[in-house]
C-alpha cells in the first residue's frame, strides 16, 4: 500500500475508521473497553477487513458508561488488555490515515494507554469529521455525530458501539466529500489545512485535555526514482521493424524463423506485412510454441499459428516513457508488447528483456494502473501519485520539460479513461454506442506534451457527422458532460475558461471544426481570439485518432494560408505586462509572481505563432523553437534564450507546485520568489527581461 501524500485525493485515501469506548470521559483516566475500526478505501467503505475488539481496562467500569455503551465487567474480564488489543490495532491501521468523529479524544486515550504500557506511540495522521462538516456547512447549529448523519441522510446503527460509531463516521466521511470538492478542498493536505483554520475548536479539544484532532500537513517521504524509466521512450528502445508472419504459416515456420532471428515472438496477420493498423495483428511468442508441443507433441508442428496467435494486441505508443511498458507489462503479465505509431499501424515490439535493467533500478513509482481504473476514486488514487514523482525526478535533475512531458502523459492517460468509463456508463444505462465514429483531443498545455501539476481540463469532441443539437451532438454533449464530472472528482478540475467537451463551442462535427477555423483567420481583433490558440496544440488520444490528426493538419494548412490570422495571434504579446517595479525588482502579490502570464505565455505564444505562420506542425514549444531554429527563423540566440527559459520556468514552477500540493495550497501559476536561491532568482530576472521583447520578436519574424 502506498504511503498517502498531501497531494492525494481525499477520495482517494487509503484510511480507517476508528472509535473507542472507554470508561470516562476524562481523557487523562479513561481506559479503553473496545475498539472498533474499519477500512475505507477507492471512495467506499471496505466490506473486509474490520477490527471489533472488547478490551479488559484493568479497573472496574463505571455502571454510568455502561449504561451508554452496554459494555459491562462481566462482558471483559476475559478480553486481552490493551497491549494486545494495541498490536492488533497498530497491525490494522498501518499505513493508513486514521478519520473519526471528535479523533482528539480517541487520539489522547490511546497515548495515554501506550504510556501506562510503555509502548511507543507515534501520532498518526489524521482527519476529524467534526471539523471538516464545519469547514463544508459553517452554518450548522449542531456538528455531534447525530446531527451530521441526520444532516447527511446517514443512518446510525449500533449507536455508542465502537464499531458502530466507526461506521458512522465514515459515511459521513464520504458524504462529505462533494461538500468539501465544492468549496476546493480536494486533498488531504487541503483538508488538514482548512481544518486547522477552525482555531477555536482546537482550543476547545486542546482545553479538554486532548490531541490536536489533526495536524500541519506533512513533508513527503523522499523517495528515490529511477531516472532510466523517466527518460527513455520506447521508440527508442523497441525491436523494428516488426517480424510479421502470415496466419498461415506452420509452427514449424515459426519456431525456424525465431531461432534464426534469435527472437522471442512474432506477429501474426492474415497479410503478413508490417506497417497496417494494430488491430490486424495478433503475436506468438516461444512460450506460446513449447505450450502447442506440450499439448499435441509431433502434431504441432503442422499447427496453423493463426489458431494460437493471441489477439486482441496489448500496446503501447512510440512516444510513451518506459515506466508506462514497465507498468503496463506487470499489470497485464505479459512479456511482450506491440508498439504502435501515433496513428495506431504498428511499430515495432519492445519485451521484457529489453526492459529488465529499469526493473533492476529503484522504484518505477509511476505504473500503469490508470490504463485499469474503473471508477474515478482509483483515477484519483493513479493521479495523485505525479507530485512525489516529480519530487524525486527534480532531485534527481531530470529536465523540467521532460518531467512536464511525464506529467503529460498522465494527463492524457486519466482523461482517456475517464472517456472510456464514461462510454461505458452510457451504454449500460441504455443510452447506446457512440452514434458515429469519433476522437477526444487534449488541447493546450497537455496537447504540446507541457502540463504541469496544476493541470485542468482542456479537451474537445469531434464526431464524423451530426449538426448541432441534433442527435449525435446530444449523444456527445451527454458523453462529455460525464467525462468532465469523472475527471473532477479524479482530481483534475473543470477548466475555469470552459474549455470542456460539454460545452458546444469545443464539440462539433469534423465539418464544424472546420468551418470554426475558416471563421477564426478570418477575424480581425486579436480579443476575438481567446481560446482558439490552444486548439493548434491539440493531441488526439482516444477514438478514431486519424480524425484528430487530419483536422490538426487541416489547422495548421488554413492558418499558415492567412498570415493576418498569425498576426492577431502574435498581437496578444502586446498584453503581457511588466513584471517588473520601477526600481528593478519583482512586481509581487502576496510574495508571488505569476510565472505563467510574465514567462510561460509569451514563450509559448512565440513559438507557436511562428509556427503557425511558417507552417511548422509540431506541437512542444521546444520542437517549435528548434525547428524555426533549423529554418534559419530568429537568431539563435534569441530562439536558445527562449529555450533554456522555458526549461528554468517549467523548473521554478513544478518545484513550487509539488510544495504547494503537499502543503494544501491550492496549485498555482505563481511562484514565492523568497523561496527561490539567489542565482535563481537572478536567472529567472534575466529571463523575463528578455521576454518583454518577446512581441517585437514577433512582428521581426512573422515574414522572415
Not at 342 to 355: F, K, M, P, Q, Y
Not at 364 to 390: C, F, H, K, Q, Y
Not at 590 to 610: C, E, M, N, Q, S
Amino acid at each position: 500500500m502506498k504511503m498517502a501524500s498531501g497531494a492525494t485525493p481525499l477520495i482517494a485515501l487509503n484510511a480507517i475508521a476508528l472509535d473507542t469506548e472507554t470508561t470516562g470521559l476524562d481523557a487523562s483516566k479513561a481506559r479503553i473497553v473496545q475498539i472498533g475500526a474499519l477500512a475505507i478505501g477507492g471512495g467506499r467503505i471496505q466490506e473486509s477487513p474490520m477490527l471489533d475488539l472488547l478490551v479488559d481496562p484493568g479497573i472496574p467500569i463505571p455502571s454510568a458508561s455502561s449504561r451508554i455503551h452496554n459494555i459491562t465487567n462481566a462482558m471483559v474480564r476475559s478480553s486481552p488488555q490493551f497491549p494486545a488489543a494495541w498490536e492488533k490495532l497498530k497491525e490494522f491501521a498501518a499505513g493508513r490515515i486514521l478519520i473519526g468523529h471528535s479523533i482528539g479524544f480517541d487520539l489522547a486515550v490511546l497515548e495515554k494507554e501506550t504510556g501506562r504500557a510503555s509502548l511507543p506511540w507515534e501520532r498518526p495522521r489524521t482527519l476529524c469529521v467534526r471539523l471538516l462538516a464545519q469547514v463544508a456547512n459553517p452554518g450548522l447549529a449542531d456538528y455531534s455525530l447525530d446531527a451530521l448523519a441526520s444532516w447527511l441522510g446517514v443512518t446510525v446503527t449500533g449507536r455508542h458501539s465502537a464499531l458502530g460509531d466507526a461506521q458512522a463516521a465514515a459515511e459521513i466521511f464520504l458524504a462529505l466529500l462533494p461538500k468539501l470538492q465544492e468549496r476546493g478542498i480536494r486533498t488531504l493536505a487541503e483538508a488538514e489545512r482548512a481544518s486547522l483554520r477552525l482555531t477555536s475548536e482546537l482550543d476547545k479539544a486542546h482545553q479538554a485535555g486532548w490531541v490536536a484532532p489533526v495536524a500541519a500537513p506533512a513533508a513527503p517521504v523522499f523517495q528515490a526514482i529511477d531516472p532510466y524509466a523517466y527518460r527513455h521512450r520506447i521508440g527508442d528502445m523497441m525491436s523494428a521493424p516488426p517480424i510479421v508472419v502470415r496466419s498461415d504459416a506452420t509452427a514449424r515456420y515459426v519456431i525456424a524463423l525465431m531461432v534464426e532471428r534469435r527472437i522471442s515472438s512474432v506477429f501474426v496477420s492474415d497479410a503478413g506485412e508490417p506497417g497496417a493498423p494494430i488491430g490486424d495483428y495478433g503475436i506468438v511468442t516461444e512460450r506460446d510454441v513449447m505450450r502447442l508441443i506440450a499439448a499435441r507433441a509431433e502434431a504441432a508442428f503442422a499447427c496453423r499459428v493463426g489458431e494460437i496467435a493471441t489477439r486482441p494486441l496489448a500496446s503501447i505508443r512510440t512516444q510513451a516513457f518506459a515506466y508506462r511498458a514497465i507498468g503496463r507489462m506487470d499489470r497485464l503479465k505479459i512479456r511482450h508488447l506491440a508498439v504502435r505509431h501515433e496513428d495506431g499501424r504498428l511499430a515495432g515490439i519492445v519485451s521484457a528483456r529489453d526492459l529488465l535493467k529499469l526493473r533492476a533500478g529503484v522504484a518505477i513509482n509511476l505504473d500503469d494502473r490508470l490504463e485499469a481504473a474503473g471508477s474515478a476514486a482509483e483515477m484519483a488514487a493513479a493521479w495523485a501519485t505525479l507530485p512525489t514523482v516529480a519530487d524525486g525526478l527534480i532531485a534527481e535533475r531530470l529536465d523540467a520539460r521532460v518531467i512536464s512531458e511525464i506529467v503529460s502523459e498522465e494527463l492524457c492517460a486519466v482523461t482517456r479513461r475517464a472517456a472510456i468509463l464514461a462510454e461505458a456508463a452510457m451504454a449500460a444505462e441504455g443510452l447506446g454506442a457512440p452514434p458515429c465514429p469519433w476522437t477526444l483531443l487534449v488541447l493546450g498545455s497537455g496537447g504540446r506534451g507541457e502540463s504541469l501539476l496544476a493541470a485542468d481540463q482542456d479537451n474537445a469532441i469531434v464526431f464524423a457527422e451530426g449538426e448541432p443539437g441534433g442527435p449525435e451532438d446530444r449523444w456527445f454533449a451527454e458523453l462529455g458532460r460525464r467525462l468532465a464530472d469523472f475527471l473532477d472528482t479524479a482530481g483534475v478540475p473543470y477548466c475555469k475558461g470552459g474549455v470542456m467537451a460539454k460545452n458546444p463551442e469545443f464539440r462539433g462535427s469534423l465539418d464544424l471544426w472546420k468551418s470554426r477555423i475558416a471563421d477564426w483567420v478570418r477575424r480581425s481583433r486579436p480579443q476575438d481570439l481567446l481560446n482558439v490558440d490552444i486548439v493548434f496544440d491539440m493531441r488526439p488520444i482516444h477514438g478514431d485518432n486519424a480524425m484528430g490528426y487530419a483536422l490538426f493538419e487541416h489547422a495548421y494548412q488554413t492558418g499558415h494560408a492567412e498570415a493576418h490570422f498569425a498576426k492577431l495571434l502574435g498581437a496578444n504579446l502586446d498584453q503581457i505586462g511588466n513584471p517588473f517595479t520601477l526600481f528593478g525588482g519583482f512586481q509581487l502579490e502576496d510574495g508571488r509572481l505569476d510565472l505563467k502570464k510574465y514567462g510561460l505565455f509569451p514563450i509559448v505564444a512565440t513559438a507557436r505563432t511562428l509556427a503557425i505562420r511558417h507552417d511548422v506542425r509540431e506541437r512542444s514549444t521546444k520542437a517549435r523553437l528548434e525547428r524555426l531554429i533549423g529554418l534559419g527563423i530568429g537568431g539563435d540566440q534569441d530562439m536558445a534564450a527562449m529555450l533554456s527559459g522555458h526549461a528554468l520556468l517549467l523548473s521554478l514552477l513544478l518545484a513550487q507546485q509539488s510544495r504547494d500540493l503537499h502543503s494544501g495550497i491550492p496549485a498555482s501559476n505563481r511562484v514565492e520568489v523568497a523561496k527561490l536561491s539567489k542565482v535563481e532568482q537572478a536567472d529567472l530576472k534575466s529571463v523575463l527581461k528578455q521576454l518583454q521583447s518577446a512581441s517585437a520578436l514577433v512582428k521581426d519574424l512573422m515574414f522572415g
